[in-house]
């Protein structure tokens, strides 16, 4: 299973991520769809990095993930904080909702995960029915540039406090990458004990999205390289986000 063993460590590994930024790049897309969104579905909340910034935002966010262990790490943090939503263990393919949402959001290479082109359309059709008409959809994935020449076949280490990681890629199967995790995490009595991850993603290139997206019956209003707007750029941007609308 993957973010499982990971879920313990995932927000100290990325500790380098200003998702205060990303949610403010959110609010600057729903500003320009002229969107005050009351309810918002993440799809992949995981620990909760944007889920709790957008509910202290005072947004009715529900948050779906299929891994366990992370949507606990969100649900203790949600605690701490003095803060409610509703979580819910779910894959992306299987959503259901009480009640349609004003938006979806699903970033942090979410989709990526999904290897299979039917489940990719099985997951986008869930999204698009638990919306409200006209309701925005905002997700990302990773460029093939960025799996191409960043990850590609490459080996690194990263260390933060109590934790070595090993990461292994291999893109040989192009257009799947195969990444094997290897975590070295210190308990109390000072040892390190390993544990091992093997995750899975799938390129998907730009224009095979957008026609996707068309054949799900969303509206593209735009595909940009940060929530800012920036042109996006194949040859060099590592991310590219798609701005969407239930049709």
């Known amino acids: ?56 935002g005072g947004y009715q966010v529900i948050g779906i993930d299929n891994s366990p262990e992370m949507l606990s790490v ?19 393919e299987e959503i259901q909702l009480p009640k349609p949402v004003d938006s979806a959001i699903c970033l ?15 997951g986008l059709k ?5 919306l409200k008409p006209g309701g925005s959809f905002i997700f990302d994935l990773r460029t093939p540039h960025y799996y191409e020449d960043i990850l590609a ?5 990263q260390k933060e406090e109590g934790l070595y990681l090993f990461w292994e890629n291999d ?6 990458m195969n990444m094997e995790l290897t975590f070295f995490i210190e308990e109390k009595n000072g040892l390190f004990r390993k544990y091992v ?10 224009e095979m999205m957008k026609e996707l997206m068309e054949k799900m019956g969303f509206k593209l209003e735009a595909v940009v390289s940060n929530l800012w707007d920036r042109p996006l750029n194949l040859e060099q941007d590592e991310r590219m986000y798609f701005i969407c609308l239930k049709a």
């Open 1 to 56: 299973m993957i973010y499982q063993s990971m879920a313990a460590v995932y927000d100290r590994l990325m500790g380098h991520v200003n998702y205060q930024d990303w949610v403010r790049g959110l609010e600057h897309q729903w500003q320009k769809l002229n969107i005050v969104p009351h309810q918002v579905l993440d799809v992949g909340c995981g620990t909760g990095n944007l889920l709790l910034p957008l509910v202290q």
């Open 74 to 92: 969100c649900q203790d943090r949600l605690f701490e904080k003095n803060l409610s939503s509703l979580l819910l263990e779910m894959d992306i």
């Open 108 to 122: 942090c290479d979410t989709l990526n995960y999904l290897t299979d082109e039917s489940a990719l359309e099985r």
């Open 126 to 130: 869930n999204i698009y029915h638990v």
């Open 153 to 157: 076949d490459a080996e690194w280490m």
């Open 171 to 176: 893109f040989s199967q192009n257009p799947l």
């Open 197 to 206: 991850e093997e995750h899975q993603q799938r390129c998907y290139p730009m």
